[in-house]
């Protein structure tokens, strides 16, 4: 069974690695779900990891459904991607009505080239998820990441072997509370692939009553936080 890393960081990759997992997903920002790494992080990770990465491309956190700016944006990330030598995308657009985007994840794909493409958490949102599951192998779709559209993979472990019996040229891969505890639930489910962080917290600081730099009234699923106009010219007509 394939152990994908989803890795937040180079050291969080450098221990990944050292550990034998097979394959790392890069992202940033965890706790938003993942957005695509810097420029930066991709190329440390280029140069010091020898397995194979994917690379999450996500503009923002919130919905999956983007302008035209964002989606341009997240082909040019694809195109930096492809010329780092990395081996996989991970990505996906739906629509508003929650069905798959399958023109632009098309367009996604087809950017990707050669790079295996894993079509992420996105599905866990899908209204129905065997529809979903079609279009996305229409679309030659590698990898679907998913908790079967349950807080956690082993909550929704019964539509993720339904999907596993289903498909029939893409990987079902669990991803979402998969621990040690669990992990033979899915190599016994007969599963090919599970993604996990391994995620710990190390403590950086001692205790601190510094205010937070956490805004957690930006997490939203349903919006997404832009600069008004109308504010900033307020602000700008009362600071002349």
Not at 22 to 32: D, F, K, M, T, W
Not at 54 to 60: Q, S
Not at 176 to 184: D, E, F, K, L, Y
């Amino acid at each position: 069974m394939l152990v994908e890393v989803c890795a937040n960081s180079l050291q969080s990759a450098l221990n990944a690695q050292k550990a034998g997992a097979h394959r790392i997903e890069l992202c940033s920002e965890l706790a938003v779900g993942g957005i695509t790494p810097s420029y930066g992080l991709l190329k440390s990770v280029r140069e010091r990891i020898s397995i194979p990465v994917h690379v999450l491309i996500r503009p923002r956190s919130g919905d999956f459904s983007y302008t035209m700016d964002e989606f341009e944006i997240m082909k040019e990330n694809i195109a930096l991607c492809a010329k780092l030598g990395f081996e996989g995308i991970v990505s996906g657009v739906l629509k508003a009505d929650f069905s798959v985007d399958t023109n632009r994840t098309r367009e996604l794909i087809e950017a990707s080239g050669s790079l295996k493409f894993t079509f992420h958490r996105a599905f866990d949102w899908v209204e129905d998820p065997f529809e979903a599951l079609s279009q996305l192998e229409a679309l030659n779709v590698d990898y679907i990441l998913t908790s079967g559209q349950q807080k956690s993979a082993p909550e929704g472990l019964g539509l993720l072997k339904s999907l596993h019996e289903k498909a029939s040229t893409c990987s079902i891969m669990p991803g979402g509370g998969v621990r040690s505890a669990n992990v033979m639930d899915f190599k016994n489910g007969g599963f090919n692939a599970v993604h996990l962080s391994g995620a710990k917290f190390l403590r950086t600081l001692p205790d601190t009553d510094k205010v937070s730099m956490n805004s957690p009234s930006f997490l939203r699923d349903t919006e997404i936080a832009v600069t008004d106009s109308e504010t900033i010219i307020d602000i700008v007509n009362r600071v002349k």
